[in-house]
């Protein structure tokens, strides 16, 4: 069974500091990586994903996301932290498969505070 | 654009009412999906539709009864609904089932 671990409950960080919410994840074969942020009472928004190739993933608002094959983990990261940054912060992960639906399993979440 | 809507906003009922959730995309996604999400947990899936017909049901009570009119439209139709049926519910398409989804903001649903 495919799984997903946020491993912290709240990451606090400071404006203009860096961040990174930790994920990692297990499933059959090859991931597909996902990062999702929600605001409070909103649905969630795509950030970026990891499919194939190029291990460091660029997405939207500056964050970033290494996929570690090894260590199994796809962290969040922003070299620079906002206050508008602050949200809910959700890893998700499917196979790597075609040919129908596979489910999407996400993680728990993770609270972003950046403190001004 | 990426944009999901999602009708009402907000939305209260009692445990005899009749309502129904409504969802637009007018990206030519092809699938669409129903997620449950109660405060501070990820969502959960509940219905997938591929091209219109539904292709998972997550073993959602049949209160919750899912229709998918056209490509661009999701109805989620609600029918003697428990207090612990509040939650967010989240609407979402993609391309196809194995592409990335997009969310609406969701229906805040209280069952009283």
């Known amino acids: 069974a495919q799984s997903v671990a946020q491993p912290e409950d709240q990451v606090n960080v400071a404006e203009g500091n860096p961040l990174t919410v930790k994920c990692t994840y297990s499933?059959?074969?090859?991931?597909?990586l996902f990062w999702y942020v929600q605001y409070p009472n909103r649905g969630l928004q795509f950030l970026l994903k990891y499919i194939t190739g190029d291990n460091l993933v660029k997405g939207s608002y500056g964050f970033e996301a290494e996929f570690n094959k090894s260590q199994t983990s796809f962290h969040l990261k922003k070299p620079s932290a906002l206050v508008s940054d602050s949200a809910l912060y959700f890893c998700?992960?499917?196979?790597?498969?075609?040919?129908?639906?596979?489910?999407?399993?996400f993680g728990i979440g993770t609270k972003l505070q950046v403190i001004p | 654009d990426t944009e999901v809507t999602q009708t009402p906003k907000h939305l209260v009922m009692g445990m005899t009412n009749k309502k129904s959730l409504k969802c637009e995309q007018h990206m030519g996604h092809r699938a669409m999906y129903w997620y449950k999400q109660k405060a501070k947990k990820p969502p959960e899936l509940m219905f997938v539709y591929s091209y219109e017909k539904l292709s998972i049901n997550e073993s959602v009570p049949s209160r919750f009864s899912p229709e998918c009119p056209n490509s661009s439209l999701l109805n989620l139709h609600l029918h003697a609904l428990q207090p612990e049926d509040s939650a967010l519910y989240l609407c979402?398409?993609?391309?196809?089932?194995?592409?990335?989804?997009?969310f609406g903001p969701g229906t805040r649903l209280l069952v009283l």
């Open positions: 998700a992960v499917r196979p790597a498969l075609s040919g129908g639906y596979q489910k999407v399993t």
């Open positions: 979402a398409s993609s391309q196809g089932v194995v592409e990335t989804q997009y």
């Open positions: 499933v059959s074969g090859n991931p597909y």
